[in-house]
């Protein structure tokens, strides 16, 4: 897939307020700091689309990016960062949790993983969430430009084993990324495509 228009449509905290279109949607989400705004545009081959801030939780709101005119990229605000207040969290776990229980558009989720560390118990309880409800996602791991291929290789075996002994039979599938170098970019776009396309033929 070529990315030809990448264009911010809004962003809010309600999720009735999103585009009333009925185009599919990808959601991105992650730790706070795992480098979803930098991965962001570099799918989209964007410098700017995305806002990076040295600063973790800058992304507060559900952001709706329209791509090709003919799906929606939706940035997610990042979860289990600390120096957020207890009120903001409250506030951001309401309606991310909304967003996913009630977004029909909503076609597979992106659950970003930083690459460099084993399984953390709050990623792993929200896929166990997504899980639950039903809700279909891949698991993108970032900053593989910054651990070497053996490490990489033993964290995702760790994340495998972790996760089938819970309430997975088989792990996700995943993909390797990495915002410096583009590696993973044609992978997770092809596999957009491919939903997309099928979707179309199903219409």
Request: hydrophobic share 35%; aromatic share 10%.
């Amino acid at each position: 897939m070529k990315i030809k228009t990448a264009d911010f449509v809004i962003s809010n905290s309600d999720v009735s307020k999103c585009p009333k279109e009925q185009l599919p949607e990808y959601a991105f989400i992650g730790r706070s700091n795992v480098g979803k705004s930098s991965l962001i545009n570099m799918l989209t081959d964007r410098n700017k689309l995305a806002k990076i801030s040295g600063r973790p939780g800058k992304t507060q709101l559900i952001n709706h990016f329209k791509i090709n005119n003919n799906w929606f990229l939706v940035d997610l605000p990042g979860y289990g960062y600390a120096k957020v207040s207890k009120t903001i969290k409250q506030t951001f776990q309401s309606f991310i949790k909304n967003y996913f229980l009630n977004r029909e558009q909503l076609i597979c989720t992106f659950v970003l993983i930083d690459s460099r560390h084993e399984p953390q118990k709050i990623d792993l309880e929200f896929m166990e969430f997504l899980g639950e409800n039903g809700i279909p996602f891949c698991i993108i791991f970032t900053k593989v430009d910054k651990i070497k291929l053996s490490e990489l290789n033993r964290n995702i075996q760790i994340y495998s084993k972790t996760m089938t002994q819970t309430i997975w039979e088989t792990m996700p599938q995943h993909f390797v990324s990495s915002a410096s170098n583009a590696t993973g970019r044609d992978e997770i776009l092809e596999f957009i495509d491919g939903i997309n396309k099928g979707l179309e033929d199903n219409s």
